[in-house]
């Protein structure tokens, strides 16, 4: 049910109740708020770091349920980092690191404190504290987890940027947050190249109005910059993190900024600590014994949610390469010989593992692998069944669902419950999660608007430079119902469908609606259905309209290496789709394309392409923003041949 039996009996007797079925858990986390999170407070041992104890009053818990402005643990004072400092007395590597050509470094348990103290000490002595921004242009490794922590041990503000975009496209990011200091990379390895970034990080830093403290990683550092090595060498004050207010700023993480400027969402230490705790502890089951791996980059919140794997204690996996380079076996091998108990991964890298014929099974030792999780996107059924066949039968698989806004995920698997190929398993804990109707009506078993009707800890506590907090209620409370509400619901923007089990279908984006004729679909049933064909790498369905009631319903595809469009896959493509879905979901065409554009997360920029295609001149797609931005004007022209 969840990972620790001592939480769930803990919750029973607060609940005066039997909660020895999920559901019953799940019913009591979201129909008694300060409870529930009090219970999670008080598992976890929480007020060791704080000032005072979080006493039995529930508006210490929670003083106002209404979204937005829903204030948690409002008195309490703590820092996220004194929560990792509490495992530092123990033996074993706290975090290893593996570059592209899988050279190993790690940084053990003991060696992280005086770590993290040089490099607070450095920024300290930069004149950097509270509430002042730190910023980093880094890849995957553990440097950057260093500099996280003692980020956040001065009550600091931590904001981290991939070094796969480039100068401009960090610098719309993180110039918003006018950094004070700058972490970045001299360079890495990738796809089998060594890639120098010295440049790129002087350029970025000139962008940055030259922070007053530029700490570069790497042996040959630029001018202008200092050296990480020489900061570690450098003096270091006693570590004595600064506890703040559980709402003060920890982090800030962009939106994917396609179609405008990012915006900066605020996390604050306590909800963040609490959410992660309750995550990682109880629904991934981690613990000291664990190693935990999840294939991430800076940008993306994942980053963000696989440190936080050292709040119970267990060991982290990072890693700067490609996940396909020398080919698509790369991350199962890093799975064996670093003995993971919880991989993390993609649908994309599963199904690049299935097109290349994979059985990571037989070709490695997984014997420790405990669970496989996988965010990104919808994990299709088919997925599923791979894992099953090819990596272990019976092995856990946690597709999640959440995301940048809350840092965390809203639904996916849970220890000890089954596993259904292409659903999440349930309603995470603490998540009022529903599908609702244009009429705001709950729905079960239908397709739905997928909100959440009561507060988590770690929703935002602001968006940045948004005084006045309107962008923040735009994003997700201002949507038009066809009723009144009596308060703000959470809307999330993707279609799901609740179960009678509890388990939940992600269906896609609702503001990328394929909406044929009056009948509403789901890109990612779709997906599901044509990237398990053999010959299709990727697919990209598109809906636009036309004139006097007209529909165009393109799909463009990527093929694997060898194959082509014949008239005999395209009919192979729309019979699965009609035999599978309906004869509605077939495509107009089906059209081979140069590439699939994605945000810099990995997720398809339908809602945009779609307005792209249409001519709609004011769609402005930001080039920085996109993986491949050369594609951009392909879809244009694609729009411009169509003749309706």
């Known amino acids: 049910m969840v990972h620790n039996d001592e939480?769930?009996?803990?919750?029973?007797?607060?609940?005066?109740?039997?909660?020895?079925?999920?559901?019953?858990?799940?019913?009591?986390?979201?129909?008694?708020?300060?409870?529930?999170?009090?219970t999670v407070w008080e598992h976890f041992s929480l007020d060791e770091l704080t000032d005072t104890p979080l006493g039995d009053d529930d508006a210490a818990v929670l003083d106002d349920p209404v979204m937005p402005g829903a204030r948690w643990f409002g008195q309490m004072r703590l820092n996220y980092?004194?929560?990792?400092?509490?495992?530092?007395?123990?033996?074993?590597?706290?975090?290893?690191?593996?570059?592209?050509?899988?050279?190993?470094?790690?940084?053990?348990?003991?060696?992280?404190?005086?770590?993290?103290?040089?490099?607070?000490?450095?920024?300290?002595?930069?004149?950097?504290?509270?509430?002042?921004?730190?910023?980093?242009?880094?890849?995957?490794?553990?440097?950057?987890?260093?500099?996280?922590?003692?980020?956040?041990?001065?009550?600091?503000?931590?904001?981290?940027?991939?070094?796969?975009?480039?100068?401009?496209?960090?610098?719309?990011?993180?110039?918003?947050?006018?950094?004070?200091?700058?972490?970045?990379?001299?360079?890495?390895?990738?796809?089998?190249?060594?890639?120098?970034?010295?440049?790129?990080?002087?350029?970025l830093a000139a962008l940055l109005d030259d922070p007053v403290l530029h700490v570069q990683i790497g042996n040959d550092v630029a001018d202008g910059t200092t050296s990480w090595d020489r900061v570690l060498a450098g003096p270091a004050q006693p570590l004595e993190p600064v506890r703040v207010a559980a709402d003060h700023p920890l982090w800030v993480l962009f939106s994917s900024g396609t179609t405008g400027v990012p915006k900066?969402?605020?996390?604050?230490?306590?909800?963040?600590?609490?959410?992660?705790?309750?995550?990682?502890?109880?629904?991934?089951?981690?613990?000291?014994?664990?190693?935990?791996?999840w294939h991430t980059a800076l940008s993306w919140m994942m980053w963000n949610f696989q440190v936080a794997g050292l709040l119970v204690g267990s060991r982290i996996v990072t890693y700067s390469g490609s996940p396909l380079y020398p080919d698509a076996?790369?991350?199962?091998?890093?799975?064996?010989?670093?003995?993971?108990?919880?991989?993390?991964?993609?649908?994309?890298?599963?199904?690049?593992?299935?097109?290349?014929?994979?059985?990571?099974?037989?070709?490695h030792d997984l014997s420790a692998l405990a669970t496989l999780g996988s965010t990104g996107s919808t994990?299709?059924?088919?997925?599923f069944d791979w894992v099953e066949a090819n990596v272990r039968a019976g092995l856990p698989i946690s597709s999640i669902s959440g995301g940048t806004d809350i840092v965390s995920a809203f639904a996916g698997g849970s220890a000890g419950l089954k596993v259904v190929a292409g659903e999440l398993t349930v309603r995470h804990l603490g998540v009022a999660l529903a599908a609702w109707s244009p009429a705001a009506q709950p729905l079960i078993g239908q397709v739905g608007e997928l909100v959440v009707t009561a507060p988590m800890p770690s929703m935002p506590v602001a968006f940045w430079n948004d005084e006045s907090g309107e962008?923040?209620?735009?994003?997700?409370?201002d949507h038009e119902w066809e009723r009144p509400l009596p308060t703000p619901v959470w809307r999330h923007g993707d279609w799901v469908t609740v179960t009678d089990r509890g388990s939940l279908i992600i269906h896609g984006r609702s503001d990328a609606t394929l909406n044929r004729h009056g009948i509403r679909m789901g890109s990612a049933d779709i997906y599901e259905v044509v990237e398990g064909i053999e010959d299709i790498a990727e697919a990209f369905v598109l809906g636009l309209d036309g004139p006097d009631g007209a529909y165009w319903m393109p799909?463009?595809?990527?093929?694997?290496?060898?194959?082509?469009?014949?008239?005999?896959?395209?009919?192979?493509?729309?019979?699965?789709?009609?035999?599978?879905?309906?004869?509605?979901?077939?495509?107009?065409?089906?059209?081979?394309?140069?590439?699939?554009?994605?945000?810099?997360?990995?997720k398809k920029l339908e809602v945009p392409i779609t307005g792209i295609l249409a001519g709609r001149s004011e769609v402005s797609i930001?080039?920085?923003?996109?993986?491949?931005?050369?594609?951009?004007?392909?879809?244009?022209?694609?729009?411009a041949d169509h003749r309706w």
């Open 555 to 602: 799909m463009f595809v990527t093929l694997v290496p060898g194959a082509e469009l014949t008239d005999e896959l395209i009919e192979r493509v729309r019979s699965a789709i009609r035999s599978r879905l309906s004869a509605r979901h077939v495509p107009d065409e089906i059209i081979v394309a140069p590439g699939i554009p994605h945000t810099r997360t990995g």
């Open 7 to 38: 939480f769930t009996a803990r919750a029973a007797r607060r609940a005066g109740r039997d909660l020895s079925s999920y559901d019953d858990l799940w019913r009591y986390s979201v129909e008694d708020l300060p409870g529930f999170w009090r």
């Open 81 to 203: 980092v004194e929560a990792v400092l509490r495992h530092c007395d123990r033996d074993g590597a706290a975090i290893v690191g593996l570059d592209e050509d899988l050279n190993r470094t790690q940084i053990a348990w003991r060696e992280l404190p005086g770590q993290v103290a040089a490099v607070a000490t450095a920024l300290r002595a930069a004149g950097i504290g509270p509430g002042d921004v730190v910023a980093a242009y880094l890849p995957d490794n553990p440097e950057a987890v260093v500099a996280f922590l003692a980020t956040a041990s001065l009550g600091a503000i931590w904001s981290g940027c991939g070094q796969d975009y480039a100068p401009e496209g960090a610098a719309g990011r993180l110039r918003q947050l006018n950094p004070k200091a700058l972490f970045s990379c001299a360079g890495y390895r990738f796809n089998g190249k060594d890639v120098d970034k010295r440049g790129d990080s002087a350029e």
């Open 329 to 363: 076996d790369r991350l199962w091998q890093i799975v064996a010989d670093e003995q993971v108990t919880y991989f993390g991964t993609s649908p994309g890298q599963l199904n690049a593992s299935r097109k290349a014929r994979l059985v990571p099974g037989r070709d």
């Open 379 to 383: 994990l299709p059924a088919d997925l």
């Open 622 to 639: 930001d080039p920085k923003a996109v993986d491949d931005p050369g594609l951009i004007e392909w879809y244009r022209d694609r729009g």
């Open 471 to 477: 962008r923040y209620r735009s994003a997700y409370f």
């Open 264 to 293: 900066g969402i605020v996390h604050g230490h306590g909800g963040v600590l609490v959410e992660h705790l309750k995550q990682i502890g109880l629904h991934a089951g981690l613990d000291e014994d664990s190693v935990f791996f």
